[in-house]
């Protein structure tokens, strides 16, 4: 097995902690900047930042559906690190001062299958995820700019 990673950025016309309080809000201001893959989206404890647990279905492709339960921590300012409490996915969020504004970056990891199946997981997984992540962070813009 191999790690598999997707990575994407996007950089605010808004103050980095203006920013990070839309990510860190997970009751009110997730929900909305959620693209049509996720579903079944649920905050089961918390609500904002760490300490926050939250349910999702991610439908990565069209056969391809994840349930997902992850525990939200802060391990250093203004950076969230979900969890998945079902698989080894690792979900961080890091937001940085750029120029008058901010930068986000989304980082996914996760241990892949081995052999042809992990090939082809590594290969395309990635720019399915940062599609995906996209999709969310443009929904990010138009909520703090």
Request: charged share 25%; hydrophobic share 35%; with cysteine.
């Amino acid at each position: 097995m191999g790690k598999v990673q997707a990575t994407t950025e996007r950089v605010y016309q808004a103050s980095p902690q203006r920013v990070y309080e839309a990510l860190a809000d997970y009751n009110t201001v997730r929900p909305r900047l959620l693209p049509e893959q996720y579903s079944e989206y649920e905050v089961r404890a918390g609500g904002t930042g760490a300490g926050t647990q939250v349910h999702w279905r991610l439908q990565a492709t069209e056969k391809r559906v994840r349930d997902c339960l992850f525990d939200v921590t802060e391990p250093r300012p203004q950076t969230l690190v979900e969890t998945d409490a079902n698989s080894s996915m690792v979900i961080t969020w890091t937001v940085t001062p750029a120029g008058e504004g901010a930068r986000v970056a989304v980082d996914a990891s996760w241990q892949g299958a081995s052999g042809i199946g992990g090939f082809f997981e590594r290969t395309f997984a990635p720019k399915g995820l940062n599609r995906i992540h996209g999709a969310l962070l443009a929904k990010l813009a138009t909520e703090v700019e």
